[in-house]
């Protein structure tokens, strides 16, 4: 049913579909993810999933799927991407907490 939903939404415009933190999802929702998978290469959609390094994805290996790989960033570039998030605001010691709390991952 969520299948064909989503082929109806992409025969009238293109989707955009994010699935985040796929390394903690449930069996159901992977089963649902793998069929969206499968189907994308004929769908007007751009699907992201983002998962952990350890996360083995049953589909990186699909002609029409694309991985890229994101690293933890230093410091400094982590502490760039929260001031522009925050408007230049000096926040020094929220800065470093989400650095620490996101080990790097400041998408966290």
């Known amino acids: 049913m969520l299948l064909a939903q989503l082929e109806g939404l992409t025969a009238r415009q293109p989707v ?4 985040e933190d796929t390394h903690w999802v449930d069996p159901t929702s992977t089963e649902l993810l793998d069929l969206i998978v499968d189907r994308a290469a004929s769908l007007r959609l751009l699907l992201i999933v983002t998962f ?3 996360f083995v994805a049953p589909w990186t290996d699909c002609s029409h799927v694309s991985l890229l790989r994101l690293n933890r960033l230093p410091p400094r570039e982590g502490s760039a991407i929260i001031a522009g998030v925050t408007g230049g605001k000096n926040l ?3 800065r470093r907490r989400c650095m620490a709390l996101g080990l790097g991952w400041v998408l966290w």
């Open 52 to 54: 952990r390094p350890e």
């Open 92 to 94: 020094p010691r929220n």
């Open 16 to 19: 955009l579909m994010l699935f």
